[in-house]
């Protein structure tokens, strides 16, 4: 018997087109301006950004549209050491959940601009855009939070949002 | 068996293409609107199924970022198929059957638009032998047209008639896609999209969603004056493989009704699931309908065809039937997979 087939070549290619929808369309085109759009849960008063059109506990569409602040508290974060494919950022680089300010839901993002092993739940950081002609309705317009040099939030200030 | 019946139904219309609206913004006031359709307050839901497909949003997981319309919390038991919304209905009867919660939602959606749907459906064929060749959806279709022209059991005039009937009926639904009056000799001069096929043979493109409130026995009878109870449901499926198979004819849909108690039942109403004219014969046949039965009085799947809710749909046209005490019996039936693979039949009725 001769070897067996081990392979098939089977090509799959399927292109989709985005829809972004309301409330997505809104905060990515804020981005694109440099600036955070939340939404209001007209049922809990939380402030979603981003906004994801409902607010996923109570189950209702998102209220009034709430400018948030680029600037907020990390919550918590993971140090990434393992290299994969397409990879952009020197490692190690740290991977935070950032709670802007005016914000009820941290928001997932690079941090950058001190050494690993100093990064820290309550650290306070702020968004560095990419130069204005460079900014598009996309999280790259975001290219990561740096310190602020402010002092740590406390604990008790973010531990409702973890 | 449990008495369960089909308390509310709600659905969103059916358009080419949903711009301004992602999923969960479409689903959300649906949700809501089928919920208080029901009188059923939100909390005593006691199981929550979904019918759709990530292949069609290109986006893994997009029934997970669909529950955010259900408002999960606190945490609730929730179920999903990778199946048109009608085997989600199935699952929530099934587990109504259990007897320790009173009351399901089941709601369905899809956006047909996002990707070249006759591609997309490629992806559910055999891996090996036949999805490597790129049968796209229409052709598959065609494949088994001409097959029933071939065995004399249908004629190309009789689809045109068809697709003409349904979108004339479709006038009065004011959630479908595509109505009006067509002249079938009109129709019968136009070229052909993948012959046998011509375009009126097909359905239209479609995002939609659909939503219906199971309730049982006497939870449902408080509910609603009159619920549409189902008095049988199963669905069965045939090979994979196309070759297997005798596409002219529907075995699995007539196991299906067997089971169900639709054979030899009179019923008012048949909404039946079948996207491309040819197939309407196909399953008049298999479930043996008489002369007297009104087949898709919304237009059925030629009128609208959001992809994961056509099935669902027939379930809750033929229940809106019964609720509204328009009919008395009514038969819905679903399909996924190609060319009728699989089918799901079910029999409702209203107290007398």
Redesign the interface.
Known sequence: MSEPVRRIKAPVRLAFEINAGHALTGFLRAIAEGRFLGQRCVSCHKVYVPPRGVCPTCGLLLGEEVPVADTGTLTTFCTVNVPYEGQTMKLPYVYGSILLDGADIPFPHLVQGLPVPEVRMGLRLKAVWAPPAERKPTMESILWFSPTGEPDAPFASYQEHL | MRDVAIVSFAQTPSLRR????????ML??L??EVIERSGIP?KEIGFTVSGSSD?L???PFSFV?A???????PPIEESHVEMDGAFALHEAWVRLQHGDIDVALVYAFG?S????LR??LV?QLD??YT??LWPDAISLAALQARALLDAGLCTEREMAQIAARNRAKARQNPFAQLRGDFDVEALLASPYLVSPLRKHDCPPISDGAAAVVLAAGDRARKAVSRPAWIRGIDHRIEPHSLGVRDLCRSPSTTLAARKAGVLGASVDVAELHAPFSHQEVILRNALDLGPNVDINPSGGALAAHPMMVAGLLRLGEAASRILDGRAKRAVAHATSGPCLQQNLVCLMEGDP
């Open positions: 949903e711009r301004d609206k992602d999923e969960v913004e959300a006031p949700l809501g939100r292949y949003t290109g986006r970022i529950l955010d319309a259900v408002g999960a919390w956006k638009s996002l990707g070249s591609d997309v992806t891996p090996y999805a490597p």
